[in-house]
């Protein structure tokens, strides 16, 4: 395979999103599109690794290229990363809630052992610690949103990466 042909196969694994690719290889996005055009090629030891980068996704997925990307290495990208992950789960947890304070509640029970409100207890902190959750990432990534790196759009010739035809 080729330096371009290599390229392309790795966006149309990563749904064409260069950016994600660049921040990964350290190299900018002009240099991969002059790759692409093919106005310059890639070195022999870029080549090799793009290459062994592309087999890794082929063989693991589409999760080799989220964990490879530094974007996801930013701490509130990786708690919300966590929070998507594990809201099943919270979700779960409230609906069995409601479950069991819906039948402890129907059977006419005495409330004086407190189950039905202990349970609501339990549904209403974590349906709170969600909410809350989710407000301080959205609040934090608008106050110090993830920044590409400079390096990310320079036009100029990287010669690690590339070598002109």
Known sequence: ???????QELLIENDGDIEQLARIFGCSISTLKRVLNKETFLTVEALSEFKEFLFAV?????NILKENDP?????I???????NKYIYWAGGLVILGVLIGASVGSSGGD????????VGTINL???????LSYLFVF???KIWPYQNPEWL???NINPIFEVLI
């Open 1 to 7: 395979m080729t330096g371009h042909e290599t390229v």
């Open 58 to 62: 082929k063989i693991d997925g589409k």
């Open 71 to 75: 974007r996801n290495d930013y701490w």
């Open 77 to 83: 990208i990786k708690y919300k990363n966590f929070l």
């Open 111 to 118: 409330y004086s052992e407190g189950v039905v409100p202990f």
């Open 125 to 131: 902190f974590n349906i709170v610690l969600i909410i």
């Open 139 to 141: 609040g934090i990534l």
């Open 153 to 155: 759009y320079i036009e």
